[in-house]
């Protein structure tokens, strides 16, 4: 498609609706209308020219302020759909049956419904960065097919234009002046005190100022793109992590999200405050909740995977003892590691005797490891007490079966089967936490004789690369915000034109009522027509019945 030649001269892109140069309509649309939109300066955009190829329809597609409202009000929608349930980051569990049974028995089937649908790792999900990169494509793409073009044309844009240009702006006005001169040279200085950069032509007036404030909502856009980009960034590993991680005492775990590091619990410590410290502090309040933490914190080693080490190896490489305290974690290599939370008085292990019911005599005391229960205890001369099921956190009975809701001891029960001289066949017993059932009458019975308990410290993993990128974007999205809201890019012509009649036009991209206002000072200073406002009617008449009075 071929450039369009105005009639000064000036080629101009196919589709420009306006001499880049001196402001003639081009188009029959441009020629037709009262007032010009002076939106992009009628300037020649690719999405309304061009759309052949695919690559023309991709570019129009996405182009399309409409479609970028749909996608925003997608985002939205999706983002609103994120909140009605705990995402998978507050859920305790480990694996998708865990996280299934989480919402399904505590929301029913609409709970099943979200998790199978992905809404439980909303920010996570594929679908939800595709519609945040399908945002950024339609920012970035709406921003080059409308900042190029105006650039382009304001940088173009020639002190005289042709009088059709002068008649289409929302503000206008045409007379006969007497002392054409003295009236240039007052206007002239009065728009310079007025903060206007003034330029002169042939007997033409271009005062213009705060032309950057058009770049305003590119600058938001290009704000937002930045931001976009550390969000998606977020997804590539290494960029981001946070992480919960549950340490017991004396445990010793890879850290989640950290490969290569190691942390060690060497204990916790809860203090609490003494009722004459916190009466000063809390004073009756104490009574009603009757103790007031005053700090927590785990004692830690760190260790790293000597190099060539195999994961999860033994050979390790001391890095530092630290004690995390809340609001001062533990930082290495980028990474933080905080004290959130914790757990007193999980159990540990538990110590059962194997008693004959008729005499209450031992036959032998066992203990059980509840993170890592044996299967077998021996007792010798042909006694033993076989573990046929571990319940960690039993909550009765389902489809038959005992059922534990967690992998958490937080309520252990067990099935034994217990094998002595006399009962070589076995005797098998169900027993829970102050509950102990029998098939049929026994013999022998497992009675529980004492428990050991550890604290567990609740420790949040975070690594972030990228909230640099995000403060950038946010800053540069207010630059933009603050750019485009408090000033407006003005632009006042006077000109004489062919038969000696002085013309005056204004435009502004908003705050029309602030311009009017300069104009009217402008027009103390220097002798210049009456103006009209065409979308103002009443304003015109009354100052028309001023000029005449």
């Known amino acids: 498609m071929s450039n369009i030649k105005c009639q000064c001269g000036h080629e101009n892109p196919y589709g420009t609706e306006l001499c880049e140069k001196c402001g003639r309509p081009l188009s029959e649309k441009a020629k037709k209308s009262d007032v010009v939109d002076m939106r992009y300066e009628g300037s020649s955009r690719r999405s309304q020219t061009y759309s052949s190829s695919i690559v023309d329809k991709i570019w129009n597609f996405f182009s399309s302020?409409?479609?970028?409202?749909?996608?925003?009000?997608?985002?939205?929608?999706a983002s609103a759909i994120g909140t009605i349930f705990p995402q998978k980051f507050y859920v305790p569990a480990t694996t998708d049956a865990e996280y299934l049974e989480y919402y399904e028995r505590l929301y029913g089937v609409v709970g099943k419904l979200y998790y199978q649908l992905g809404f439980y790792d909303m920010y996570n999900s594929w679908w939800f960065k595709i519609l945040i990169g399908m945002l950024a494509t339609s920012i970035i793409i709406a921003s080059i097919d409308r900042v190029v073009p105006l650039y382009k044309s304001l940088k173009k844009q020639r002190t005289r234009r042709h009088p059709s240009f002068m008649k289409r702006q929302r503000i206008f006005g045409e007379g006969d002046i007497a002392n054409t001169n003295e009236s240039f040279a007052n206007a002239e200085k009065k728009l310079k005190e007025l903060h206007y950069n003034v330029k002169t032509e042939n007997g033409a007036i271009l005062a213009e100022k705060h032309r950057f404030s058009r770049w305003g909502p590119y600058v938001n856009h290009t704000g937002l793109i930045i931001f976009f980009i550390g969000v998606l960034l977020?997804?590539?590993?290494?960029?981001?992590?946070?992480?919960?991680?549950?340490?017991?005492?004396?445990?010793?775990?890879?850290?989640?999200g950290a490969d290569g590091y190691v942390l060690e619990n060497r204990g916790f410590i809860l203090e609490n405050y003494t009722k004459e410290e916190a009466a000063e502090v809390f004073g009756d309040a104490l009574d009603k909740v009757g103790s007031v933490v005053k700090n927590y914190q785990t004692d830690v080693t760190l260790y790293k995977e000597k190099e060539g080490a195999l994961t999860g190896s033994a050979d390790l490489e001391k890095v530092k003892d630290y004690s995390i305290v809340v609001n001062?974690?533990?930082?290495?290599?980028?990474?933080?590691?905080f004290q959130m939370d914790y757990k007193l008085n999980e159990l540990k292990s538990m110590k059962f005797?194997?008693?004959?019911?008729?005499?209450?005599?031992?036959?032998?005391?066992?203990?059980?490891?509840?993170?890592?229960?044996?299967?077998?205890?021996?007792f010798g001369n042909g006694t033993t007490v076989n573990m046929l099921g571990f319940y960690p956190d039993y909550d009765g009975i389902k489809d038959g079966e005992p059922y534990s809701k967690s992998p958490v001891p937080n309520n252990p029960a067990f099935i034994f089967q217990m094998n002595t001289p006399d009962k070589p066949e076995g005797e098998k017993s169900f027993v829970a936490i102050q509950k102990t059932l029998e098939v049929e009458e026994n013999d022998y019975a497992v009675k529980f004789a004492a428990a050991e308990t550890r604290n567990i410290s609740g420790l949040t993993i975070r690594k972030d690369k990228t909230l640099y990128i995000l403060l950038l974007g946010g800053l540069v999205f207010m630059i933009g915000v603050i750019q485009g809201m408090y000033w407006q890019h003005r632009r006042i012509w006077i000109q004489e034109d062919a038969d000696g009649h002085l013309l005056i036009a204004a435009h502004t991209n908003k705050n029309w009522f602030s311009l009017r206002k300069e104009l009217d000072k402008l027009k103390e200073s220097a002798v210049l027509p009456a103006y009209i406002d065409r979308q103002d009617p009443e304003l015109d008449k009354l100052e028309q019945e001023g000029d005449e009075k």
């Open 65 to 77: 302020v409409k479609i970028g409202v749909s996608i925003i009000a997608a985002v939205l929608i």
């Open 234 to 256: 977020r997804g590539i590993p290494g960029f981001y992590v946070d992480e919960t991680m549950w340490l017991r005492e004396g445990e010793t775990r890879n850290i989640i």
């Open 328 to 337: 001062k974690p533990l930082t290495f290599n980028g990474y933080s590691v």
């Open 353 to 378: 005797n194997l008693v004959n019911k008729s005499t209450e005599k031992s036959l032998g005391e066992f203990t059980i490891d509840l993170s890592n229960p044996e299967k077998k205890y021996d």
